[in-house]
């Protein structure tokens, strides 16, 4: 098999790797990398992703890392299999392009310091700081008001169509629909029904359905 998905389940940039290749209709190998044993700083390792992080991707000699480059080249490389995740038209391409940006520059780093805080924190026993919580929820609620004025104009962030600038934000929202700073989305009824939509699609549910019971 050509793909090869190197990750760890559980993992956000992992999870947002996979969705684009389930979403692509892709067929590829996923390797669990284990981290107990420190793999991902091994040298075979690090040969693949030199920061020793997951992912790491292959697509027959070529390899990828980083989860928004790996997703950029599955929707660009293999734009007639599956979900059409790009536009094509170049104005339509520049605007989702922007949100892509937007995700990663502003929601990206609030909504990771809150799935840490609140999310995985409590997994690995480790206390709450409630005052970098109350700290990064108003960042996010910043965010989120950006993203509300902007789904009165479009379904989704990037257009008319779901996009990698919807898909990158599906693992930490994931997240952060299972602590008290849901309640950020829901207040804003068109970023609710975004979120809804979203987290519905049959690719998520599969990687979603990878998580321990």
Known sequence: MALKLHGLVGSNATFRSMVALIEKDLDFEFVPVDFASREHKT???L???????VPAFEDG?????ES????????EVYANKGTNLTFSDPKK???QTVWMEVEGQKFDPASAKLVWELALKPIFGQKTDDAVVAEFEGKLAQVLDVYENRLTESKYLGGDIFTLADL???P??????????????HARPHVGAWCDDIL???AWLKVVDLLPK
């Open 47 to 53: 040969a693949r992703n030199p920061f020793g992080q």
């Open 68 to 75: 928004r480059a790996i997703t950029k080249y599955v929707a």
């Open 168 to 170: 990158h934000h599906l």
């Open 200 to 202: 519905s699609r049959p």
């Open 61 to 65: 000699d070529l390899k990828l890392f």
């Open 172 to 185: 930490n929202i994931h997240y952060l629909m299972g602590t008290k700073v849901k309640s950020l989305f």
């Open 93 to 95: 391409l520049a605007i």
């Open 43 to 45: 040298p075979q390792f």
